[in-house]
């Protein structure tokens, strides 16, 4: 079993910046974040290995947002810029044993931590 506890979410205008952290009780191959907003499916955002050779987002996010980790803390972060109002959603960490943009793939989660952009 992997914990995995969220934090850093809330209240934002447009334009603004967050950073999410998210601390695991131990470290897997994989580590990502996911968002849902009301109403939509659980998206990918952005996802890497800890041995960082592989990073990626998605295209809604990229080049505003910025997915790293600390293996000493067994944390990852997400900072996240420029964000806009269609960035407002509960954002997941998640860890697993591959990568993978579909979130069934992914072994354990966290519980979510509310992002809101006002305009």
């Known amino acids: 079993q992997v914990q995995l506890v969220e934090s850093g979410g809330g209240l934002v205008q447009a334009g603004g910046s967050l950073r999410l952290s998210c601390a695991a009780s131990?470290?897997?191959?994989?580590l990502g974040w996911f968002r849902q907003a009301p109403g939509k499916e659980r998206e990918f955002v952005a996802m890497m290995s800890w041995s960082g050779s592989s990073t990626q987002y998605a295209d809604s996010v990229k080049g505003r947002f910025t997915i790293s980790g600390d293996s000493a803390k067994n944390t990852v972060y997400l900072q996240m810029n420029s964000l806009n109002l269609e960035d407002t959603a509960i954002y997941y960490c998640?860890?697993?044993?591959?990568?993978?943009?579909?979130?069934?793939?992914?072994?354990?989660w966290g519980p979510g931590t509310q992002v809101t952009v006002s305009s």
């Open positions: 998640t860890t697993g044993s591959a990568l993978s943009r579909i979130s069934r793939s992914w072994n354990y």
């Open positions: 131990r470290r897997m191959y994989a």
